[in-house]
């Protein structure tokens, strides 16, 4: 890695980051694309997220990645907003345009459901249950909704945020989706997907799940945005009782795929990127 008068930055605005594997993967796109990109961390919640915004828009870079627990906050520092960004309400990209504004888009939909279709699942033919209505949660059950899924439960620890949600997905998209009261497990039985995106599972919670194992069905496949442990307890007691099981790897990957075509205009490099993930993993489970 070279840092000269041309480099542009991306970093990425979030706590906790210490699971993140974004850096390696998007630096070793970087490299294998010829661009003279760095991406870095910044760790910060929402009490000084339009401060550093503030900063970055007089500095040299690209743009910047957002995630939990800023990726509705940012929108009100941002200039404008991709039009399905703006229905979903939620961003986890920002693009520095020529002319200095700020762009918000989100890659999050656009990773989620191409790792869902990539594993055999057809939206239009499935129910799904989301834990969790912040950002990830938002983008992936407003790209569900966009692409017809015909009912989706939504539960959160924060009754309004879940309300938020239903309302802005059946307003925006359309009327398939339904607040479940937090900790209310009954209409788990009726979904056939069922998802966690309330970060329960990662960081300071590892060995927690969202959901009593004695819910799961064998028949249900069950997702988890977390990457990093590889395996959850939600997806552990899923894969004991029989389930299909996705972790967050695949997600990550396309978004982030995604944002380099958005922040360079060049293809981004994908299996390149899909190698170091693989690399990363394998070091993780080597130890």
Known sequence: MTIDIHTRFITLLGDPLAQSFAARMQNRGYEAAGLNLVYFYTVTGQEHLGDIIKGLRYM?????????????????????????????????????LPDGRLKGYNTDGIGFYTALTEAGIDVTKETFFC??????????????????????????????????LVEDINQNFAPVAETVPYQ????????????????????????????????????????????????TRFLQNAEQAGCRVLNGLTMSLYQGTAQIELWTGHKAPVEAMRQELLQIMAGKEAK
């Open 184 to 231: 209310d497990f009954s209409r788990v039985k009726d979904a056939t997907v069922v998802m966690n995106a309330s970060g329960v599972g990662m960081g300071n919670t590892i060995g927690e799940t969202p959901l009593p194992p004695e819910f799961i069905r064998k028949d249900q496949f069950y997702f988890d945005a977390c990457y990093n442990p590889a395996r």
């Open 60 to 96: 040299p870079f690209a743009g910047f990645a957002v995630t939990k627990p800023n990726k509705v906050k940012v929108l009100e520092y941002l200039d404008d907003l991709d039009p399905l960004c703006r229905k979903m309400g939620s961003s986890n990209t920002v693009v520095k």
């Open 131 to 164: 834990f969790g209505s912040g950002g990830a949660g938002r983008a992936m059950c407003s790209v569900l909704a966009y692409h017809g899924a015909p009912k989706i439960y939504i539960t959160d620890l924060f009754p309004d945020s879940a309300r938020s």
